[in-house]
């Protein structure tokens, strides 16, 4: 690629950077027996790779899941961990149990993102050392994310697992923790809209309650629980 | 903007968001007396927006700041934070202090993202409550930080400051926490590669150290500690 730091970008460039953020999706409805070419696989790498991370730190890890013993294990724990959801939700089990909430039988790729044990990094964490980590591997996700839907494949990000077990079977080193299994993959069509807003599950807010100027509104002292 | 879900992105669409992906830097020099156009915050703000979020929980609110003094006390929490590194960096106390470290006096604007009072939201995050809206900030400040470059701005994620300092100059309610004072403005130019390898305080570790296959290698069971 080329290396031009003072590019600027035009108007047209930006505009389908802005439509690449609208329509990234979380993604559980892949194709099955499709798969990820190897080049689309550096490249989405390669996008990992770029994402910033505080004090040039790079607090995370991505494990290819090539074994299919291995998926078949990861997605037991996923549906263990789905029905304790399930049972926590109380009113809202039965609507929970209906959500398809991952895709780890079908999609073609399953990669594992893992926070790396804690290198002692300063530089930008000295009073939040665990915040800033686990932000960081939020870019490093969020790269893949848009990487992927400019592949034109989804990814999904199931975290609904009990992090002991996944690092069992991982054999993550004391201090890393798996945060996401990554489903990735062409699917058949893209959801246009959050699927859990398609479901009714839950709506987003909207943006102008979110961002506000000086101080936080007095409106906004206390959250409500949302149990969902 | 266009609505088109199936879009299926082109070479070139393709091409354009890794180039930008390169070139978004963390950035510390800004030009002074510039500002952001408010069509660009609005799409900024629109983009933070489309980010996903751990069941479509958005723990996230961002503050931008207004005030000429509010801006100078933020200022000044970070400078204090910014020596208490450099005492805790020990023998690289001194090649710390001749970094340039933020950009929060010359910035055009000044955001602060702040992660939200948590609302109890179990999807996604029944086993993994903190680290799941953590990471969700991460995936809004990347897409910002997208954002930012395609509009031809720089924008720097400063995280050195005491957050409890923060939290009362916001008036923040208990459980909100700051996480980044976000300096985004015009440049006079961007950065080649990231500042903190130009200016030999630390490199990337490489891709094919990241990137492994089922398990954890049996190689890297432990992290090197690394003062910095």
Chains 1, 2 share one sequence.
């Not at 009990?162 to 004391?174: G, M, T, W």
């Not at 807010?205 to 959250?223: G, I, K, Q, V």
Request: charged share 25%.
């Amino acid at each position: 690629m080329q290396h031009r730091p003072q590019h600027q970008f035009s108007p047209e460039e930006r505009a389908s950077v802005y439509e690449l953020m609208a329509l990234r999706r979380d993604t559980r409805h892949f194709k099955a027996g499709s798969r990820v070419e190897p080049e689309q696989v550096q490249r989405l790498l390669q996008a990992a790779h770029q994402a910033p991370s505080v004090g040039l730190s790079q607090p995370w890890r991505l494990l290819r899941i090539s074994s299919p013993e291995l998926r078949q294990a990861l997605a037991l724990a996923v549906e263990r961990e789905r029905q304790a959801t399930a049972e926590a939700l109380n009113e809202r089990r039965e609507e929970f149990l209906r959500l398809k909430v991952e895709g780890m039988q079908d999609c073609a790729e399953l990669w594992v993102i893992v926070l790396a044990p804690d290198d002692g990094t300063l530089f930008g964490r000295r009073t939040l050392p665990r915040e800033m980590v686990l932000a960081s591997v939020g870019c490093v996700v969020q790269n893949l994310w848009l990487a992927a839907r400019a592949e034109n494949l989804g990814l999904g990000w199931v975290s609904m697992f009990d992090p002991a077990e996944v690092a069992a079977l991982l054999h993550l080193p004391a201090g890393a923790l798996a945060l996401g299994l990554l489903c990735l993959g062409p699917v058949d069509s893209f959801y246009p809209a959050p699927m859990l807003e398609m479901e009714g599950w839950r709506h987003a807010r909207p943006l102008d309650e979110m961002f506000y100027t000086d101080r936080w509104p007095a409106h906004e002292e206390s959250a409500p629980a949302d149990l969902s």
